[in-house]
């Protein structure tokens, strides 16, 4: 089974600032890799998948990179509303799919 | 608009047995694969299970194995999640979530329902 660690578990930071997320995998995922965005009381979206690409109707403020084994979420400029927890997810060896344990974005 | 509504989720002993069921409309069912994830209460995301657009093919997470089956029916756009021998740690909000590929699989998810809990406790 494929691990994911995310770092930090919180980041704390005021809007308009830039957001790094990190998500490394236990074994080479390829590009197999997504993020999504969880708030309170909802459930998940999707923002980006395979890596890179943003999905229906996710702003350009939201961005994934990295191949292999180390990935990024990058938010240019916070948004009040991005506050929320981030999960990434792979796909590349499975069953199991699997998730990381979340990073919490909160306001600083 | 796409829509998945799951209905079925409350209290059960542990033991017992429980349906999920999850409502899908404004999009062609019959041409998506369909995932379960659950979320244990103040936790993260853990996928339980997937079924091909056909009910061709179906793989689940070791933990549900042989306890839990997925199903579809086509004919009235509704997913399925049969729990047997549930356990206290089943105790989650199962959303139900379309797979993101038309007519095939890729394992991203989108859109997701809203989520149905489903507690096991005696």
């Known amino acids: 089974e494929i691990v994911l660690t995310q770092s930090p578990a919180t980041l704390s930071l005021s809007p308009g600032e830039r957001a790094t997320l990190s998500c490394r995998a236990s074994q080479n995922v390829s590009s197999y890799l997504a993020w999504y965005q969880q708030k309170p009381g909802q459930a998940p979206r999707l923002l980006i998948y395979d890596a890179s690409n943003r999905a229906t109707g996710i702003p350009a403020r939201f961005s994934g990179s990295g191949s292999g084994t180390d990935f990024t979420l990058t938010i240019s400029s916070l948004e009040p509303e991005d506050f929320a927890v981030y999960y990434c997810q792979q796909r590349s060896n499975w069953p199991p799919i699997t998730f990381g344990q979340g990073t919490r974005l909160e306001i600083k | 608009q796409v829509q998945l509504v799951e209905s079925g989720g409350g209290v059960v002993q542990p033991g017992r047995s429980l349906r999920l069921s999850c409502a899908a409309s404004g999009f062609s069912f019959n041409s998506y694969g369909m995932h379960w994830v659950r979320q244990a209460p103040g936790k993260g995301l853990e996928w339980v299970a997937v079924?091909?657009?056909?009910?061709?093919?179906?793989y689940y997470v070791d933990s549900v194995k042989g306890r839990f089956t997925i199903s579809r029916d086509n004919s009235k756009n509704t997913l399925y999640l049969q729990m047997n021998s549930l356990r206290a740690e089943d105790t989650a909000v199962y959303y139900c979530?379309?797979?993101?590929?038309?007519?095939?699989?890729?394992?991203?998810?989108?859109?997701w329902g809203q989520g149905t809990l489903v507690t096991v406790s005696s």
């Open positions: 979530a379309r797979d993101e590929l038309y007519g095939g699989n890729s394992n991203w998810f989108d859109p």
């Open positions: 079924i091909w657009y056909d009910g061709s093919n179906k």
